[in-house]
């Protein structure tokens, strides 16, 4: 993979006190005052104890402005005892969040940050312009959420060098249908998301597998591993071995039979810290019925 470097002419590396609105992957909300490490016309790098998925919307409030804006995130850049570095992009590029006036680009800068992507899921190649966080999130985990015309949905896209991106384009297929999306109760909408997720059972043992559908409040897969309902694991998404990789609390919540003889559809739902503690800890041994 070709070393990027993450341009720094329109960042400032400033402090400033902000207000953090949102959800946990639990589904928890919060209200967090935290910092930022490092501004941008169009975002920052901040610290939050909180657990933050790609692509989530948070509300960030700047207190010495007085000014708030609807925010995604980009994804997750390191960890420290005292949480997590996100970075997060406004929705709104043109609002004006931190009432400081940027250096202009230089002519030719842009061109030079341009990065070569691949989808993984339907293996998209794409040349675009990504902003100083994302390149951040994208180095630290190997691994970037962002939207896929070809997809139709969100999907997981990896960093190829040119010569890479050369020899693996291929004739371009024709549109996938849109996706069927059916209303129903649940909690939390599902994203039609095929991503590699890392689950660490009881005994320490790490099984890597691939999502059908993910959301705020945990995902769906196969296997043939005869997870326990109940049981409390251990879950990172998306995983990339190698990577940065944060692990939370969950539980394998259903099982489903599926066509195939030995293999079982499984749910997954975060729970917190503390709910985890009564969750059943036997490892996995049988089938589900």
Known sequence: METQTVRRSDRIFLELDIEITGSEVSGKEFLERTTTLVLSRHGAKVLSKHMLVPQQEVVVKCLKTDKEAVASVVGTIGKIPEGYYYGISFMDPEFDMWDIAFPALPEGE??????????????????????????????????????????????????????????????????????????????????????????????????????????????????????????AVEVAVPYAQGGLNIFVPARIAYSEKTKAESVAAFGVCYVTAKDASTLSTEHPAEPPA
């Open 110 to 231: 842009a061109e030079g940050n341009k990065t070569v992507l691949e989808c993984l899921s339907c293996h998209k190649l794409e040349i675009t312009n990504l902003g100083a966080f994302e390149l951040e999130v994208l180095m630290a985990s190997q691994r970037l959420l962002r939207s896929c015309d070809r997809c139709g949905d969100y999907s997981v896209w990896r960093q190829i060098s040119e010569a890479e991106a050369r020899q693996l384009a291929p004739p371009e297929p024709p549109p996938a249908p849109p996706v069927q999306r059916l209303q129903n109760d649940r909690k939390h909408p599902r994203m039609a998301l095929r991503v590699d997720a890392c689950i660490r059972m009881p005994a320490g043992k790490e099984e890597v597998i691939v999502t059908e559908n993910v959301s705020l409040g945990g995902f769906r897969f196969q296997s043939t591993i005869p997870f326990h309902v109940g049981t």
